[in-house]
């Protein structure tokens, strides 16, 4: 009796040593969000964490989202349990999620840089709350065939949303000089990329809206 209350006990404490350490990374990961200046494309250093903010383009083509059929080249759809006051509810259970993304250009005034959202945080507004036909569920999620009172909602990224990226860039050949950011012009033609990694993590993020003034 005493090994497996002893057991439980070292169970227990491992898992809430994990969580801790899980709870200390993400603090670390949303200071590090906090403090990434605002850079323009052509001046973000290297190994450095910025915040862009630009204009979405498609790189290679573009998705289409499950539920909306907007094209896109990032989507996030999510199945939840259960609504509030008639309004998809964003708290109930989750049943289904289904994400797809794909490499893409965001633009500023100075640069472009290419993002690619595989693994990213995207902090995204709801864009399409919806009773889903069945014929569409069907196709987005079979398992769905047996559950009622669903509600889903998507999260897009589509060409022409402005996106604010905050991460760490890295500089690989750009294989079109002409469209490479302005500053580095001494050596080969480079292009920026963000990409999310444990370590250096990246996030995607709607601007603020603007107060009326």
Do not use: W
Request: glycine share 8%; aromatic share 4%.
């Amino acid at each position: 009796m005493l090994d497996v209350l002893l057991a439980a006990g070292v169970a227990l404490v491992g898992g809430a040593a994990v969580a801790l350490e899980r709870l200390i990374r993400r603090s670390a990961h949303m200071r590090r969000v906090r403090a990434a200046p605002p850079t323009a494309i052509a001046a973000v250093p290297d190994a450095t964490d910025v915040r862009i903010e630009g204009t979405v383009e498609a790189l290679a083509g573009t998705k289409v989202a499950p539920i909306s059929g907007d094209r896109c080249v990032y989507y996030r759809h999510v199945a939840r349990e259960g609504s509030l006051g008639g309004v998809p509810s964003l708290t109930g259970r989750v049943m289904h999620t289904a994400v797809a993304g794909q490499p893409f250009v965001v633009r500023d005034p100075t640069g472009y840089a290419i993002v690619d959202p595989a693994g990213a945080t995207a902090l995204l507004p709801v864009h399409q709350p919806a009773d889903v036909p069945r014929t569409v569920l069907d196709r987005v999620d079979p398992t769905s065939s047996n559950r009622t009172g669903l509600k889903h909602t998507e999260h897009l990224i589509r060409p022409g949303d402005r996106l604010v990226v905050i991460g760490r860039a890295v500089r690989e050949p750009d294989p079109d000089p002409t469209k490479a950011a302005g500053t580095y012009r001494d050596g080969p033609a480079t292009r920026l990329r963000f990409t999310h990694s444990p370590q250096f993590p990246l996030h995607l993020l709607a601007p603020a809206r603007k107060r009326p003034a």
